[in-house]
């Protein structure tokens, strides 16, 4: 598979002859481990308080019959990426044979317009104070480790799932697990409306109880109480 080989918006799924992978997460074999994050830091070094992927919950019910609803996220690869339309320097772009949306760093402004079009917060800067690389100061986000799927593995998330909630693979291939997973269960994907066609399915998320609507991101006052608390307590 080329790098060299990108279309901006074209549909790779069930294009024959063309690999299109895809993720399918079992939120009911998710423990909340964390090791999905854990591996994803080790594998590219990105910066406290920026993750590639990041697992979300919401303790739900009424003492003492309470549980936790686990929601693993990362970009979602869309078949029809956002981000890719909205870049205006070419910097983000979808891989022909697989469908994966990456990033050329050499080409990013850091204009942040991908990060505003993107419906699933999927993207974060990288800060300018890493200084044992060249690489800041751009956008970066998850790419389904595009780098260890072209050797023939699975992305490092998927490898250290312990609960093996995580199964990636080729969704054009009818003879793999995730097309038999997404052919045989009841899938989700997040914020269908967009008309985006993530490739990220869910089986056993109930997106009412786990994710908190995009709106919490950018309301100053969602933290106000935790904030005060803080401030009384602390006194900082």
């Known amino acids: 598979m080329s790098e060299e080989l990108r279309l901006?918006?074209?549909?790779?799924?069930?294009?024959?002859?063309?690999?299109?992978?895809?993720?399918?997460?079992?939120?009911?074999?998710?423990?909340?481990c964390m090791a999905c994050q854990v591996a994803c830091k080790?594998?590219?070094?990105?910066p406290l308080g920026v993750n590639r992927?990041?697992?979300?919950y919401k303790v739900v019910g009424t003492y003492p019959n309470v549980k936790k609803h686990f929601l693993p996220r990362l970009c979602?690869?869309?078949?029809?990426?956002?981000?890719v339309r909205a870049c205006p320097v070419d910097a983000t772009y979808k891989v022909d044979d697989g469908g994966f949306v990456l990033?050329?760093?050499?080409?990013?402004?850091?204009?942040r317009a991908c990060m505003a079009s993107c419906p699933y917060n999927a993207r974060f800067m990288l800060p300018s104070h890493r200084t044992?690389?060249?690489?800041?100061?751009?956008?970066?986000?998850?790419?389904?480790?595009f780098h260890r799927v072209t050797q023939g593995l699975v992305?490092?998330?998927?490898?250290?799932?312990?609960?093996?909630?995580?199964?990636?693979?080729?969704?054009?291939?009818p003879n793999s697990e995730v097309s038999y997973l997404v052919t045989r269960n009841a899938t989700q994907v997040l914020r269908p409306e967009q008309g985006t066609k993530p490739q990220v399915f869910y089986i056993g998320a109930d997106?009412?109880?786990?994710?908190?609507?995009?709106?919490?991101?950018?309301?100053?006052?969602?933290?106000?109480?935790?904030?005060?608390?803080?401030?009384?307590?602390?006194?900082?």
């Open 8 to 32: 901006s918006s074209i549909e790779t799924r069930g294009v024959q002859g063309k690999k299109r992978y895809a993720m399918v997460i079992d939120t009911r074999r998710c423990i909340g």
């Open 42 to 46: 080790a594998e590219y070094d990105t």
């Open 132 to 145: 044992y690389t060249k690489i800041n100061n751009v956008v970066d986000k998850c790419t389904f480790c």
């Open 155 to 173: 992305p490092a998330c998927v490898q250290t799932c312990i609960g093996r909630s995580r199964v990636f693979g080729d969704l054009n291939d």
């Open 53 to 56: 992927t990041w697992v979300p």
């Open 207 to 236: 997106r009412n109880q786990t994710e908190y609507g995009r709106d919490l991101y950018f309301r100053p006052d969602v933290m106000e109480e935790d904030r005060a608390a803080w401030s009384r307590n602390l006194k900082i």
């Open 76 to 83: 979602n690869h869309c078949d029809d990426p956002p981000c």
């Open 103 to 111: 990033q050329r760093y050499e080409r990013c402004i850091g204009c």
